[in-house]
C-alpha cells in the first residue's frame, strides 16, 4: 500500500483527494486548510508517514493504495454475515512478538450458564515454564470478555492459557486448554559471558544487521544482544 | 570473492472481478505487469542475448501465477494498454504544444507502453513462458511461496492448514512451470520451529529467513548469516542482509528517495481536468494514478522540478557503483574475520523495481551488468550454493518474520485480531467436514472442494496486512468476509446434507484458483 504524503501534493490533487475522503467543500479551502484536514483525518491511520514526515514510506509496502476508493466499490455478491462468536468452549494462543502473546477465547451457552447458575466466575489462568521453574497465576475475566494480552519473558520453556471456571467453594474447572507457545530462547542472551572472546563474530553480526548509518533492524532481542556486545567490547578497550 | 545471491519475489493477492466491467483492484496487476514484470522480463532477456553472466532466483507466488495465467485478466491487461497507450498519444501531443518539459517523458511512456504489449502478446500473453526461458537456460532459478501467502506462524497449531499452504503453493508451481521448485519463499519471512519440517516433507531444500534470526538464534551462530543456515530438518535457511538490502529499502535514505528520481504520486490522473483525463480514470470521475507522472522526488515541496531522464540515469549509475562498494567492503571486513567467499542473500519484492521505484530496473541491470564485469563478484542461487557443499551454520531458529518488530506484530493486532477468531473456525470445520464426508465425488466433492478454496484465499497474509495498513480497508474486508462467508454456506449446507448448486457455479466462476484442489487436504489423518 503507498500511503499519500499529503504535503507534498499541489493544490488540485489534494482536493481531488479531499474531496474522495469526503470534505464537500474542498473547493473553498486553501492548499494549508486541506493538508491539515486530511493530515487531521490521517493522523492514526498514517501515523509514522505524517508525523514524522518520513518521504518513502511507500517503499515498505507492496500494494498501490487509492486511498479509501473501497468505499466506491460495489458490494461483493457476499453470502453470510460472520456470527459475533462460535457456540464452542476454546481458547487459543497466539505469539504477537517476543514479550507479549495474545490470548482469545469463546464459551458455550451450555457452559456460561452452569458456571453463573452456580455463582461462579471465570479466570484465565496462565501458566509460564522457564528454565526448569514454573509460574502459574490467574487473571479474573468477566463473561463478556474473549482476548487478553499475556506478557512472557525470554527463556526456555513456554507459556500456555487455560479458560477456568472458578466456584464459590474455590474448585477450579479448566473449560479449556491452549496449545503451549514457545518462549524466545536466544543463544547469546545466555552466554553473555563469551563475547568478550568473540570480537571477530561480532563484528561480522554487525555487518549483517547494520546500514550504513548503523541502524539495526526493530528487533528488541537483536538489539539487546548488541547492546550487550558493545559492553563487552568496550570493556575490553 | 563476493557471492550475489540476489532474490525477487514477485506476488500479488489473487484479485479477479469479471463481475464488473472495470475493477480498481486490478489494476495492481496490470501496473506491476506493465512497470515491473514485463520491464524485468526484457531486462534478463536483453543480458541474456548479450551472453552477461548473471544469475538471480525468482519467487512468483501461486495467486500471481494463476492472475497471469488467467485469459480474461491477460485480455483486461490488453484493454488496459491499450486505454494506456491512446493516453499516451493524447500526451504527446498535449505536452509538444502545452508542457514542452514533459514531452521527452511522454514520447518515453508510451514507447515503453508499445513495447510492452508488443512483448506481452509476442509472449502469447503469457510473461511466464519468458521467465520460464531463463530458468531452462539456467539464468534465474523459480521458486514459490505459500498457496495464498499465508504468513504462516499464526497457523502453526494448524498442521493441515500450514501443509495445504505448502502443498497448494508447490503443485500449483508444478502445473504452471512444470517442474517442482526446490526453494520456497516464506511470506513475509515468517518462520516458526517445525515449519522447517514441514518443508522438509514435501521436497524443499531452501528458503529465506528475516535478518536478525542467526543472531538471535538458540545456538551460536558462527558464520552470522553469510552461509546457509541448516534447520534441524535437513533445510537450508538463506539470511537476508539488513545492512546491503537497506541501501535500498530504507525509507529514509535508500536510493529510491534520491530527489532526482521520479516522484511517484504527481500523477497526471490526479490534477489534469476532468474533461480529459475522464476517459482513462475510474468512474464515477475517480481520480486514480495513470502511470504518467513527468515531475521529480525534489522533496517535501508542491513545487517539484520537472523530471530529467538523464538525470536519472545519471544517478542510476552512482547508486549502482555505490551498492557494490558498499558490498565490496562488507566483504573485504566479514574475510577479515575468516569467513572465505561470504554469500551475500540480497531479497527484495520484485514490485519495488519499475513500479515503486521506476528507475529501480535500471538498477537492477546496472547492477547485473557491472559485478560480471568485476572480479569482485559472482552470482549465485540457493540451489548452487547448496550443492557447493561448503560450509553451513547449523542452527535452530526462533519464531520470526521482516516485518516491523521481527515478529507477527503486523498481521496480528488491535485492528486485524478478530479475523482468526472465524480462520481458525474455518479451518477446523474444515478438518470436521473432512471426517464427515471422507470421500466425496461429483457435486458435493466440488462443493467441498470450494469450501477449502475459500478458506485458502482467506488466509492470505495480504488482508490482515491491508487492516494494519489502513490503506484499502474496506476491501480487504470484504473479502475476508466474502471468502469466509462462502465456506460458512458450504459448512451449513453440508450440515442439512445439502448442496447450493446455484452458489457452487458463481462460486467456482468467481474464485478460478487451484482447480486441482482436494478438500482431503484437511484431513488431520493425512499429516
Not at chain 2, 457452487?504 to 482436494?518: H, K, Q, T, V, Y
Amino acid at each position: 500500500m503507498i500511503l499519500v504524503n499529503v504535503d507534498s501534493l499541489s493544490a488540485s490533487e489534494l482536493r481531488s483527494i479531499a474531496v474522495q475522503e469526503g470534505f464537500g467543500n474542498a473547493d473553498e479551502l486553501s492548499r494549508e486548510e486541506i493538508i491539515s484536514l486530511l493530515e487531521e483525518k490521517y493522523e492514526e491511520e498514517d501515523d509514522k508517514a505524517v508525523r514524522e514526515g518520513a518521504p518513502n514510506s511507500r517503499y515498505m509496502s507492496g500494494l498501490t493504495d487509492y486511498r479509501d476508493i473501497g468505499r466506491y466499490v460495489g458490494d461483493l455478491p457476499g453470502v453470510e454475515e460472520l456470527p459475533l462468536s462460535y457456540p464452542d468452549t476454546e481458547i487459543h494462543l497466539i505469539k504477537k512478538d517476543s514479550s507479549w502473546l495474545y490470548a482469545f477465547w469463546s464459551l458455550s451457552q451450555n457452559d456460561s450458564d452452569e458456571l453463573q447458575d452456580a455463582g461462579g466466575s471465570l479466570s484465565l489462568s496462565v501458566t509460564i515454564e522457564n528454565n526448569g521453574s514454573r509460574e502459574e497465576y490467574d487473571i479474573p475475566v468477566s463473561f463478556s470478555d474473549s482476548e487478553w494480552n499475556v506478557g512472557i519473558p525470554c527463556g526456555r520453556g513456554f507459556c500456555r492459557v487455560a479458560l477456568t471456571g472458578v466456584y464459590p467453594n474455590g474448585r477450579k474447572n479448566v473449560l479449556a486448554l491452549s496449545e503451549p507457545e514457545d518462549l524466545i530462547e536466544s543463544y547469546w542472551l545466555e552466554h553473555r559471558n563469551e563475547m568478550k572472546y568473540s570480537d571477530s563474530l561480532y563484528r561480522v553480526y554487525l555487518t549483517l544487521v547494520s546500514t550504513k548509518e548503523g541502524e539495526l533492524p526493530d528487533n528488541p532481542i537483536l538489539r539487546e544482544i548488541i547492546e550487550m556486545f558493545r559492553k563487552e567490547d568496550g570493556a575490553d578497550e | 570473492m563476493n557471492k550475489l545471491n540476489l532474490i525477487l519475489h514477485a506476488h500479488l493477492p489473487y484479485v479477479r472481478h469479471l463481475e464488473y466491467p472495470r475493477f480498481l483492484e486490478e489494476d495492481w496487476l496490470f501496473e506491476s505487469l506493465n512497470e515491473s514484470y514485463i520491464p524485468l522480463l526484457r531486462m534478463l532477456s536483453t543480458l541474456d542475448r548479450e551472453r552477461t553472466g548473471f544469475r538471480l532466483s525468482i519467487c512468483f507466488s501461486p495467486t500471481l501465477i494463476t492472475m497471469l495465467s488467467d485469459e480474461p485478466l491477460q485480455q483486461r491487461f490488453v484493454d488496459y494498454m491499450n486505454l494506456r497507450i491512446e493516453l499516451g498519444r493524447k500526451e504527446v501531443e498535449r505536452t509538444a504544444k502545452e508542457e514542452s518539459e514533459c514531452h521527452e517523458m511522454a514520447v518515453h511512456y508510451l514507447a515503453e507502453a508499445e513495447e510492452n504489449l508488443r512483448i506481452f502478446e509476442e509472449m502469447g500473453r503469457n510473461i511466464l513462458n519468458g521467465f520460464k526461458e531463463l530458468h531452462d537456460k539456467n539464468r534465474i532459478e523459480l521458486m514459490t511461496t505459500a498457496a495464498t501467502h499465508a504468513y504462516l506462524p499464526i497457523y502453526k497449531d494448524y498442521p493441515t492448514a500450514i501443509n495445504a499452504q505448502v502443498e497448494m503453493g508447490l503443485r500449483t508451481h508444478e502445473r504452471i512451470f512444470g517442474e517442482s521448485a526446490k526453494g520456497f519463499w516464506l511470506p513475509e519471512c515468517g518462520f516458526y520451529p517445525g515449519l522447517d519440517s514441514v518443508l522438509s516433507a514435501h521436497g524443499v531444500s531452501w528458503c529465506q529467513l528475516a535478518s536478525h534470526t542467526v543472531i538471535t538464534a538458540k545456538d551460536r551462530s558462527v558464520y552470522g548469516g553469510y552461509r546457509p543456515v541448516e534447520l534441524p530438518s535437513g533445510l537450508f535457511g538463506f539470511v537476508r542482509d539488513w545492512g546491503v538490502t537497506s541501501l535500498v529499502w530504507s525509507d529514509v535514505s535508500g536510493y529510491p528517495c534520491d530527489s532526482d528520481y521520479r516522484d511517484f504520486y504527481r500523477d497526471i490522473g490526479y490534477y489534469l481536468p476532468m474533461d480529459y483525463i475522464r476517459p482513462y480514470i475510474h468512474e464515477p470521475e475517480i481520480r486514480v494514478f495513470t502511470g504518467y507522472k513527468y515531475h521529480a522526488i525534489t522533496g517535501k515541496t508542491e513545487d517539484k522540478a520537472y523530471y530529467s531522464l538523464a538525470k536519472g540515469r545519471e544517478k542510476v549509475a552512482l547508486h549502482v557503483e555505490n551498492f557494490l562498494y558498499n558490498i565490496r567492503r562488507r566483504g573485504m571486513m566479514i574475510e577479515t574475520s575468516g569467513i572465505k567467499d561470504p554469500v551475500f542473500n540480497l531479497c527484495f519484492d520484485a514490485e519495488l523495481f519499475g513500479h515503486r521505484w521506476y528507475e529501480g530496473i535500471a538498477f537492477l541491470e546496472g547492477v547485473l551488468r557491472r559485478a560480471d564485469a568485476s572480479d569482485d563478484f559472482s552470482f549465485t542461487t540457493p540451489t548452487s550454493v547448496i550443492l557447493e557443499n561448503g560450509e553451513v551454520d547449523r542452527l535452530r531458529i526462533n519464531e520470526s518474520s521482516w516485518g516491523s518488530g521481527g515478529y507477527s506484530d503486523i498481521w496480528l493486532d488491535g485492528s486485524n485480531a478478530w479475523i482468526y477468531r472465524h480462520i481458525f473456525k474455518a479451518i477446523e470445520r474444515m478438518q470436521e467436514l473432512t471426517h464427515r464426508f471422507p470421500d466425496q465425488g461429483s457435486l458435493k466433492g466440488r462443493f467441498l472442494n470450494q469450501a477449502s478454496r475459500e478458506l485458502l484465499l482467506a488466509m492470505s497474509s495480504d488482508w490482515p496486512c491491508i487492516i494494519h495498513d489502513n490503506t484499502s480497508v474496506s476491501y480487504a474486508e470484504k473479502r475476508l468476509r466474502n471468502h469466509l462467508g462462502s465456506f460458512n454456506v458450504v459448512y451449513s449446507s453440508m450440515s442439512r446434507n445439502t448442496v447450493n448448486t446455484e452458489w457452487l457455479i458463481n462460486a467456482e466462476r468467481s474464485s478460478e484458483i487451484f482447480p486441482d484442489i482436494d478438500y482431503k487436504l484437511f484431513d488431520p489423518e493425512r499429516i
